[in-house]
């Protein structure tokens, strides 16, 4: 929801600056784009949200397209990234931990998503970046 609502109100606020080169990026997940496998509990909310996320993208930007607008809207996916949401997510399952998945493959690093912000940014005018998907080489899915 909140996702939702900061959108919301940074292409209204830009719409009111007079802004129509803005640039909006939504952090998404590659959960956004495929279904959990088998006995991963929460996963599938979780992919849900981010499937939600897809759909938000795609409609907001065929919205502004509809109104000629040249705010740019863009999507980051990243597969699996080095932070403690692993810590969280398998907090209640003695049998897993997330040092365990994190040694199994070199993870993306927050540095790997701030440099798709980066290319993103740095596009020219007239590119739309539409979608990044982007996860560790070692990962399968």
Do not use: W
């Amino acid at each position: 929801m909140a996702l939702c609502i900061c959108t919301q109100q940074a292409v209204k606020l830009m719409q009111e600056k007079g802004i129509d080169d803005g640039q909006v990026i939504h952090i998404s997940s590659m959960g956004g784009h495929r279904l959990p496998g088998t006995g991963m509990l929460g996963a599938s909310f979780y992919c849900g949200t981010k499937f939600m996320v897809r759909a938000l993208t795609e409609g907001l930007r065929r919205e502004l397209k509809g109104l000629n607008s040249h705010i740019r809207i863009a999507s980051i996916s990243p597969g699996m990234v080095e932070t403690e949401f692993f810590d969280h997510y398998l907090k209640n399952d003695p049998t897993r931990k997330a040092s365990d998945i994190f040694s199994s493959m070199k993870a993306l690093q927050a540095k790997d998503i701030a440099d798709s912000v980066l290319y993103i940014l740095s596009a020219p005018p007239h590119v739309e970046v539409h979608d990044i998907l982007l996860r560790p080489l070692d990962q399968a899915t």
